[in-house]
């Protein structure tokens, strides 16, 4: 198809429909993913399209699921496995820190994984607890993996499929807030890369660095900002890890102002080392320190308070006024 | 008990063919194996045993880290590669260095992470023989994955899973026997009990019947054998290697054996337990019991266990002299294995390193 | 002979104590032969040997410890023709090392401090401390650098070329910009790409200036002469001439001069030269005495503030030099001369003469004087009516010291003299003071320690 108009969950089918189809080494499995299609249909008509040994249900064992999946990827498949909610996935930890993760730098590089474990992930869905964690940070602190955050329909999809092509093990963090956000896109159009950041807007005054599901969030606070006379530029990293150090810093040098805008709690997180190597590398061209917006460092809040964690429009322009304007 | 009870719960006693004291004994349900399947276990034995003593020395000569002995559970380490094809595979635990080097990976590659200068030195590939690692139990769903993988390419591989008592603690254990179970994976899990997960005995990891039993749970069939009797250990291990390559599904073995040295060189035993309580299991060594076996049917002459003896001690030659040389380590190594393709942050923090180290004193 | 060096059991041990020997001087053993058994934090171990041969000496007596890493037992090895059983030890040769090396190399790799540990080397003590590796060399004009884990790099962090924000060194100097309403974006940085840094905002804070009187060009019909040249006045010159003509145009002033024999002040400078210690030199001894003048004649160390018709006399001195470079004629001050040694006047002379000529004179120094020392016999003459350094009151100038026939005890001698000009603003004092001072600084260059009591 070129043009269409589809949103995000079937975007991700379709890039999952296209990958197995391409390389029958792709195998699809996890809790709910064969005869229901996913409870977000990520994974809808997989099942009855490639049959149950490419696209198939587990036990509910989220530890024997990645596992098993790291077996499978040893002897020759390419497994993508879905943790049904990002923070569900907490029991798999030890399996994707203590092996995913270093079973290539275990082996001098003799084995390796190509697999992928998609999460859905980030709240503003009004989900009851435990729905709407943002996990990212533990897995871009774990050396030897690579974490992708799609924000758009088109990365999603070509992520995803860059994802199950990549020869090294890929957190996917999907961002279920946006699944049913709908886009025209042109499947068939080549997208940068994984560890590529791409500028969505541009403007001199001040840069917004988002990922996932702040990333519309941000392009609404440009717009608005826009309006009252200040022109913001907005980066979409798309990748945490490898992060594009050199998009991004050359947009904050161009604008000597920055904010970083993300969902998971602030301390010790992926805004941080944002924050962290941007000032290191971009220091001198810097009129104000690099400021965030990011959750409060709470357990993310029941769905009736949800609307005071999330970044939004005004609290992010709150953050810009904050740029010691009247230094320049 | 239903027959489908009986066909999953193990034997009421361990299998025996050969008991402490060279004596055969027959069993309904297992054959003694050929005696030239014997003799060469025999061998293994042997150079098995020097193994791990000499490996033991080397860490009081500060030539490795540390070494998790097998000593005394010589029979489990060579029972479960000798029923094994060359391409099927051994998911070993990090004590069953002697498993490994029997099963043909080269000694001192085999020795890589006890003596610090990676985390693992073999191709995992040349012999189908998975990286050791310290996590208990999670390597069992890593094998799930290799055999559904060999079964979904049509292959007939079988995957041999090694696991202690305590690991069958963890939660990886439960999740492995049940994928397998439900996948009808071509996996055999064998558990080498010897009674202790460092200092806790096995009366505190399990009050099941064995853990053998636990294998209905899943629906997966148990056995359990006598873990210093080789000749029963290959029999009950030949039998579920075959049942699973048949496409049975998976397997559940335990083998009753004993740690006799400490968790490790920097172990202190008798903080846990008594000499007492150790002296019963020297009678019960396996290299003794076959020994006495295979002397009193005349099939060990002092010719051959001179060569058995030879081997060992080439063996333990190639294990000095591989080990007491300094290893080369390259700090540049740290930042190339992580990804296929490199990313620029490895490269600055390699540059970072290079820098450092190009300004250190001679 | 091989020594086997007590190895580290993996338990953080730094020591161990030997509990007894297994075997004595003289024993023949073989690899792995138990030699001794010694105590560790948590139970006591077999040692086995690492090498075959006779026990040559054993390193200490039951009850005594040894350090990790130091010698437990020397063993000499078996004659080389013996038979090669299994537990001899290969050659040396074959695996390259020679084993106690080999102990060695691995002692050395274990040196840091750590507790008790049950799966690993563990470690011991670090010795010795301070650093083991060169400093990194860091460039002076604010190279780019990245702190953490990455390496200083320019050349994959060069600035953008469309319109960047302007790259400045730090908060600080941008505070430094903003307070003085000096705007970044119309500075040149001269750090490295550009890099903005605080001497640059302080050089745009001295050089702007607005000219006060207008400057007339002489018409080229006037001369009949064709232009041989004409070049802009640089920020720098418009500045100083404006000083200048302001000077001329509001002060009044006189000078007076007088010829001194400054052979006595020669001599002493030459005296406090040794071989050790080349001394102050002449400015400073002629700066310590005009100091000393002028807080004895303070109405030359002053300020005549118009607005007020009032006459200020300032406490302390601070003596301006003049010093030439290359972009002028510029005069930075000793601040608080009077309570510096003469060693140390030197010093500053020194310290000022050099940023002058480097450029990196701060505005405080440039503009802080009260006085002005011109020691112009440099340029080989004698008298000047010089102009006074607005908003100073005087200056006094020195010319050149050169062999002049003098009258000495009545005779006729070669002296070294010179000519001191004094110009001073009238409003301040009259002739009489002035001379007074002239007379007191002429006094000490002939006789300087008639000085000395003033000093």
Known sequence: ?328 | MTSLEERLLPSAEPVRLIDQDGVPHDHPSYRLPDRDVLLDGYTQLIKGRRINDQASALVRQGRLAVYPSSHGQEACQVAATMVLREGDWLFPTYRDTVSIMSRGVDPIETLTLLRGDWHSGYDPYARNVAPQSTPLATQLTHAVGVAHAARLKGEDTVVMALCGDGGTSEGDFHEALNFAAVFHAPVVFFIQNNEYAISVPLARQSIAPSLAHKGIGYGVPGERADGNDLAGLLAVLGQAVERARAGEGPQLVEAHTYRVQAHTNADDATRYREDDEVTPWLERDPIKRLEAYLTAQGLLDDAARERAEGAAAQLADQLRDGLMPEPVVDPAELFVHLYTEQTQQMREQAAFLRDELAREEA | MNTFLLPDLGEGLTEAEIVRWLVKVGDVITVDTPIAEVETAKSIVELPSPYAGTVGELHGEPGTTIPVGKPLITIAEAAPAAGFGAEEPPASAETGVQPDQAGEAYREEEQAGSGSVLVGYGTGERPGTGRRRARRPHARTGSVTISGTSLPSRANYAPETASPAPLVISPLVRRLARDAGVDLKALTGSGEGGLIVRRDVERAIAERFEPTAPVVAAAESRTGLAELRREPMSGFRKAAVATLSRSRAEIPEATTWVDVDATPLVELRESLRSAKDSGPGLLALMGRFVVAGLLKYPELNGFVDTERDELVQYDGVNLGLAAQTDRGLVVPAVANAHRLTTRALDGEIRRLTDSARAGRLTPYELSCGTFTLNNYGSFGVDGSAAIINHPQVAILGVGRIIDRPWVVDGELAIRKLTQLSLVFDHRVCDGGTAAAFLRFVADAFENPASAFADL
């Open chain 1, 1 to 328: 198809m070129t043009h269409v108009k589809i949103s995000m969950a079937q975007a991700l089918n379709q890039a999952l429909r296209d990958a197995m189809k391409a390389d029958d080494t792709v195998l699809m499995f996890g809790e709910d993913v064969g005869a229901l299609g996913g409870v977000f249909r990520i994974t809808d008509g997989l099942t009855a399209e490639f049959g149950e040994d490419r696209c198939f249900d587990t036990p509910l064992a989220e530890a024997g699921i990645v596992g098993m999946a790291v077996g499978l990827a040893m002897n020759g498949m390419r497994p993508v496995v879905e943790m049904q909610f990002d923070a569900f996935g907490y029991p798999a930890f030890e399996q994707i820190v203590s092996h995913v993760a270093k079973m290539r730098n275990r082996t001098r590089g003799r084995i390796t994984l190509p697999m992928v474990i998609r999460m859905p992930y980030a709240g503003g869905i009004g989900g009851v607890e435990h729905h709407s964690d943002s996990s990212e940070s533990y897995y871009a602190h774990t050396p030897g993996l690579t974490v992708v955050a799609p924000a758009t329909v088109a990365d999603a999809y070509t992520l995803l499929r860059k994802a199950i092509e990549f020869p090294d093990p890929v957190v996917f963090m999907e961002p279920k807030k946006l699944y049913w956000a709908k886009e025209e896109v042109d499947l068939t159009e080549d997208q940068p890369g994984i560890g590529t950041a791409v500028v969505r807007r541009e403007g001199a005054d001040a840069t917004l660095i988002a990922y996932g599901p702040t990333v519309p969030v941000a392009l609404e606070a440009a717009e608005v900002a826009a309006a009252e006379g200040r022109q913001l530029s907005v980066v979409d990293l798309r990748s945490i890890v490898p992060f594009d150090d050199e998009t991004v810093c050359a947009a904050v040098r161009r604008t000597g102002r920055a904010v970083v805008v993300a969902e998971a709690s602030g301390f010790a997180s992926v805004s941080s080392e944002i924050v962290a190597r941007v000032t290191e590398r971009c220091f001198h061209s810097l009129a104000a320190p690099i400021r965030r917006v990011t959750g409060f460092d709470i357990p993310y809040p029941p769905p009736k308070l949800e609307k005071y964690q999330l970044p939004g429009v005004d609290r992010i322009l709150d953050a810009v006024d904050d740029l010691q304007w009247e230094d320049s």
